[in-house]
């Protein structure tokens, strides 16, 4: 066993877990530290794979910026605590089985279709190194890069005035 | 970038900047005098027409093909840019009265019109969308400009949710086309397209786009939304809406199917058709359930999206595509001028903002005033399509071309569907004329400006209609 699946394995174990914690649990700031949990884990996935700016990007705009932005909310609406919600009838069968459905997916697709027919083209080396990330950004995509800033200011500027007391 | 990718994107960046220093300026100019605002944004836009009409003629690409300059983008720019002008001077007429004066109103508004002419100009579909974004987010913000009335923010609410879902449908397209093809330019799809043939990415990938964009200038399935939001949203923001959503949407409709996926025609027709016929149907039978004034010519928008749609049906038969944009182009001249003059018309009968919308408010205007009535009966001759209005001509180009490429069907169904609309406009100049009532409307002269001059273009333009099919025509995508 190779070191980089028992490191596999040993994320994918805390990934599954921290996902579940995170639907379990009946308090919403764990709920949402266990999110942030997963996000990390993920981002080092995407280490694993040669992505480092991808991972970089994954913590500080998903574990950082928009988790924190969550517990902000939690924490400012007063609502850590989940009231005990009613049970419909028909959720559990239902979940039994559509989990049912995408074990059989997943048992079927890593099985008995072993030789995917999909050929994706090879990504270029520093694909995903900064420096590539910003190269394309900086030049062939500029111009869609400076549309996406006015895009954030005017829905910056839409957020405010809607949200703006009238003095 | 280079001084030639820079010379392409002039008009674009003038605008841009120019409603990013306005949204500074207007923070200094003192609340009672945001008429500085709306004359500065009202500048801003001529510049900015000025300099897209110096590029008329020129045929380019810039940013390594994403930007375009093409007589088609210019016709659709200059018409954007006139839109936007009209949502000044509506807006001017008539915010101030509804109590929803703030000088962001006329900045978001320029934002919005900018990214209107990038979806007529961008030829890489990460482009088109954020012009559709640059688009869409200031007017769900305009739509809900009348905060605290709960009408214009249910109006924002909605057209936010479903836009957004809508931008969503256009994204999935977009990720199915690049994944097909590799590529994001439109030329780009069209080679993959030659080279790999028909396949499944592609016709899914078209039709998601046609979703998305169909919800934009609501066609039938996808015109939910339009009702509610032509009707909470303030008035002057509905009539910029009506026409320059359209505009752009239907010139992003046209630049994706002709330039991308030309090969596509023969699965995209019948679809088309039948959008266009269930649109026009549809639109004209609901209209005549309503009473109040901005729903019936909401559901009358939803109708000439159809209209419009008719002239993109034959874009697979080679011979008549060129006519048939251009009649389509036409019609969207006679779509703006006439619903800028209607909308004009309901606002000076607004007197307050959500009063006197109703068909029963216009009883008596013929007596009372004979100008407004006259020039209301024009807009509503015109969107029937009677003449000596421009709407008969627009018609009958689009008919002629249709019959041309041999969708007889489609040709009947147009002319059925304008007799049905018949009744509810007409029903509207009855009204006006026949019934005794006190109107009292708002002699405004910035909204006097904009219907009176609505109404003589309509009429001028259907006796001398050469020159603008002269433009159109030489306008067309090639």
């Keep these: 066993m190779s070191l980089e699946l028992l490191l596999f394995l040993i994320l994918a174990l805390i990934a599954i877990a921290s996902a579940l914690g995170m639907l379990l649990s009946r308090h919403a700031v764990y709920a949402a530290l266990f999110l942030v949990l997963n996000f990390a884990t993920v981002a080092v996935f995407y280490l694993l794979l040669n992505a480092p700016f991808i991972a970089m990007a994954q913590i500080t705009v998903y574990a950082g910026a928009i988790m924190v932005l969550f517990l902000f909310v939690i924490m400012l609406l007063g609502t850590e605590v989940l009231p005990p919600s009613p049970v419909l009838p028909w959720q559990r069968p239902l979940a039994f089985l559509l989990a049912l459905g995408l074990l059989a997916e997943s048992v079927y697709l890593l099985f008995f279709r072993q030789r995917l027919t999909l050929s994706l083209p090879a990504t270029i080396d520093p694909f995903s190194g900064p420096k590539a990330i910003g190269q394309a950004l900086f030049t062939g995509y500029l111009l869609p890069f400076e549309i996406t800033s006015i895009l954030l200011l005017v829905a910056m500027v839409g957020a405010i005035l809607l949200t703006r007391k009238e003095r | 970038m280079t001084a030639a990718d820079f010379s392409l994107f002039l008009p674009l960046a003038v605008l841009l900047i120019w409603a990013t220093v306005l949204l500074i300026v207007d923070l200094f100019i003192p609340k009672e005098r945001k008429g500085w605002t709306a004359s500065l944004s009202a500048l801003g836009l001529a510049l900015t027409l000025f300099l897209s009409l110096r590029q008329w003629g020129e045929t380019a690409s810039g940013f390594g093909e994403m930007l375009r300059v093409d007589p088609f983008a210019t016709f659709i720019n200059a018409l954007l840019l006139l839109s936007g002008l009209g949502g000044v001077l509506l807006a001017y007429g008539s915010i101030r009265r509804h109590g929803v004066e703030r000088g962001e109103y006329y900045t978001l508004l320029l934002f919005s019109v900018s990214g209107m002419m990038l979806m007529a100009q961008a030829r890489d579909l990460i482009l088109l969308f954020l012009g559709l974004e640059l688009l869409s987010i200031p007017l769900y913000v305009l739509a809900a400009f009348a905060l605290p009335r709960l009408d214009s923010e249910e109006a924002g609410l909605k057209y936010f949710l479903l836009g957004a879902f809508a931008s969503g449908f256009f994204l999935y397209g977009t990720a199915l086309l690049y994944g097909a093809s590799g590529t994001t330019l439109l030329s780009g799809i069209a080679q993959a397209w030659s080279q790999a043939g028909r396949n499944l990415f592609f016709l899914v990938g078209a039709a998601l786009i046609l979703v998305g964009l169909g919800f934009k200038v609501a066609l039938v399935p996808f015109h939910m939304w339009t009702p509610d939001v032509y009707q909470g949203a303030p008035t002057a923001v509905t009539g910029f809406m009506a026409a320059g959503a359209k505009i752009a949407g239907f010139a992003a409709l046209w630049r994706i199917f002709t330039e991308a996926l030309p090969g596509l025609a023969p699965d995209v027709t019948p679809i088309l058709w039948a959008l266009s016929a269930l649109t026009m149907l549809l639109g004209n039978l609901l209209a005549i359930a309503q009473k109040n004034v901005k729903r019936m010519l909401a559901y009358s928008s939803i109708a000439h999206a159809g209209y419009i749609l008719m002239a993109f049906v034959p874009f697979g038969v080679p011979q008549v595509r060129d006519v048939a944009l251009a009649a389509g182009l036409f019609y969207l001249i006679t779509y703006a001028i ?141």
């Design chain 2, 338 to 478: 006439t619903n800028f003059g209607a909308w004009a018309v309901v606002s000076a009968l607004e007197r307050q903002a959500g009063q006197g919308l109703e068909l029963d408010d216009y009883a008596g205007l013929g007596s009372k005033a004979p100008a407004l009535a006259l020039a209301m009966t024009v807009f509503m001759l015109s969107l029937t399509g009677v003449p000596p209005t421009l709407g008969l001509i627009g018609k009958f180009y689009l008919f002629r071309s249709v019959i041309e490429a041999g969708f007889y069907g489609l040709a009947v169904l147009g002319v059925l569907t304008s007799l049905i609309s018949a009744y509810y406009y007409l029903r509207l100049v009855v009204i006006m004329y026949m019934r005794p009532g006190e109107p009292q409307p708002v002699a405004n002269p910035w909204l006097n400006l904009t219907w009176g001059a609505m109404a003589i273009l309509t009429v001028l333009f259907s006796l001398i209609p050469a020159p603008l099919f002269w433009w159109a025509s030489q306008s067309v995508l090639r």
